[in-house]
């Protein structure tokens, strides 16, 4: 019988890291997207990095902000008597990084493509920033915000580098899916291998297959 | 208004002023600037340094104006009367008003259909109606080709609108058609290469000759004030019955200006108004034609604009 305990904790993993994503990647894409201060070019790159980088490097300096002596690792130890490195909480941050620009990217392209002229119009009508913000901008940016949701959870599913590094191989814990495929390849259980990529492999396919094709001028092809 | 703003990239240089009240006709050829002047004075363009001062005071970035672009945008989320009910949120008009114009332009069959399905001319109307729910006393209302792609009968039902609001609002009206500019509007400018390198009462442009502005006249008659330009008014030595033209008016030769093989000549009909008509050379020679000479000034009932 297949233990499908990996699988349950990357779907709460990257159910969870979505959420937090949509809430902080909707005013940072909007930011990035509408902004005119000089340092959206500089915060810009930072949100892309994580798309560069090889997710080792990138667990590498996560594991050093999030470490027991680090200011942030010794915060959350203070504040729950427990280490933020190795458990799903700092799994859950590394996340976020990660999978960052995989949200906010689509968002800025969504929210770019409504264009100034509409922006405009709704301006010298008198709506306020915030009104075209609500009433305009994201209902138009429904269907990319939907995509880069689906893109962010994808994503999230199929990590292995990043939470590797910062997360290591507690079963319960941090032993997400992939870690548990690698276990299995490790120990020559090439079945349950097989089971779970088959299972990943399917689930992403089915979902960038539906986001396709109900969002054909949007196709993900990257 | 009085504005006084410039560009570097691309070069822009806009400097003019007129009433704060009354059509302002703006006038080019593409690529001249109009556009980038209705945006500017708009907000829109964020590399204009300078001033525009309108109704005493300097001009916010952000404008609160009546503006409607060459293609018009249109929430694409919203239905026509969601669009126009937004629109109406901000403005002190009523939906009394709202379903007034929405029946002077025959709109009411679209108030449930989506911007996507509407064509060029119905998108049109429907922005000119919330163009015009937005002016106020004083407002400032920017009009970029707004009515391109109406038919003959709805652009006029559409100029005597735009009409009727002019003695409370400032209009700043580009178009193409020389025609509509000369009937509607009080001033004109004229842009070439980003600059205002003309700017005149539109009866005094309209005389003027300048750039490619064709030489017109407006005259009165059957009611109504016409433009009838002076390549389409010929000149005969006497009324004639066998002839299809309508109009053959009674008139007295001003003044005769001459330049090259083309001559101008200015007329005063019996009825007062003013009529410029263009002649070649030959004919002023072959008729003889004098100052103060009497003679018949002829134009086609069509012809008249």
């Known amino acids: 019988m297949l233990d499908l305990t990996s699988l349950w904790l990357s779907f709460k993993l990257a159910s969870i890291t979505t959420l937090i994503l949509l809430i902080i990647g909707i005013p940072l894409a909007k930011w990035l997207a509408f902004s005119k201060h000089k340092t959206v070019p500089f915060i810009g790159s930072i949100v892309v990095l994580p798309l560069v980088l090889p997710p080792t490097v990138l667990g590498f300096y996560l594991l050093g902000i999030m470490r027991n002596d680090s200011w942030l690792g010794s915060l959350f130890i203070q504040l729950t008597d427990t280490q933020l490195i190795f458990s799903f909480t700092g799994l859950v941050i590394a996340s976020v990084v990660y999978s960052l620009p995989f949200v906010v990217q689509p968002m800025i392209a969504t929210f770019n493509g409504i264009g100034k002229d509409t922006i405009n119009t709704a301006r010298s009508i008198g709506a306020s920033k915030s009104t075209i913000f609500w009433k305009i901008i994201l209902p138009l940016s429904k269907k990319g915000i939907v995509s880069a949701s689906i893109l962010g959870f994808v994503h999230t599913l199929g990590e292995f580098g990043v939470v590797l590094m910062v997360g290591g191989n507690i079963p319960n814990q941090t032993r997400v899916v992939s870690i548990e495929i690698f276990n299995h390849v490790e120990n020559l259980e090439l079945q349950q291998a097989n089971q779970l990529s088959l299972i990943l492999l399917v689930l992403s396919f089915a979902v960038i297959f539906w986001m396709n094709t109900n969002n054909k001028n949007n196709l993900i092809v990257t | ?166 003695r409370k609002s400032l209009i700043f009206f580009v178009t193409h058609d020389i025609a509509e500019l000369y009937q509607l509007s009080d001033n004109l400018l004229y842009l070439k290469d980003g600059k205002i390198t003309y700017q005149d009462k539109t009866e005094n442009a309209m005389h003027s000759q300048y750039g490619n502005l064709p030489l017109a006249s407006k005259i009165t008659f ?69 100052e103060n000479q009497q003679i018949v000034a002829n134009f086609k009932a069509t012809s008249a604009k």
């Open chain 2, 1 to 166: 208004m009085k504005v006084n703003i410039q560009s570097s990239q691309p070069k822009y240089d806009y400097r003019f002023n007129v009433d704060d009240r009354g059509i302002v006709g703006v006038y080019g050829i593409s690529g001249s600037g109009k556009s980038s002047l209705l945006d500017a004075i708009a907000g829109y363009q964020d590399d204009f340094k300078g001033i525009i001062t309108f109704n005493n005071k300097p001009l916010q970035r952000t404008v609160k104006c009546s503006y409607m672009n060459q293609h018009p945008i249109l929430f694409p989320h919203w239905t026509v009367a969601e669009n126009l009910y937004f629109a109406l949120k901000y403005s002190n008009n009523s939906v009394h008003l709202m379903d007034e114009l929405l029946s002077t332009l025959d709109c009411n069959e679209l108030l449930k259909q989506l911007p996507s399905q509407l064509s060029g001319g119905e998108k049109q109307r429907i922005a000119f109606i919330r163009a015009l729910l937005l002016i106020e006393d004083g407002s400032l209302v920017l009009l970029d080709e707004p009515f391109s792609a109406l038919d003959n009968t709805l652009r006029k039902t559409a100029l005597d609108l735009l009409n009727q609001y002019k």
């Open chain 2, 222 to 290: 059957d009611g109504d004030k016409h433009i009838i330009y002076a390549d389409d008014v010929s000149i005969s030595l006497q009324i004639n019955p066998q002839s299809s033209i309508v109009h053959q008016i009674n008139s007295t030769i001003q003044q005769i200006d001459a330049k090259d093989d083309i001559c101008m000549i200015k007329l005063k009909l019996n009825n007062g108004n003013s009529l410029y008509a263009k002649i070649t050379k030959d004919s002023l020679n072959r008729l003889n034609l004098k």
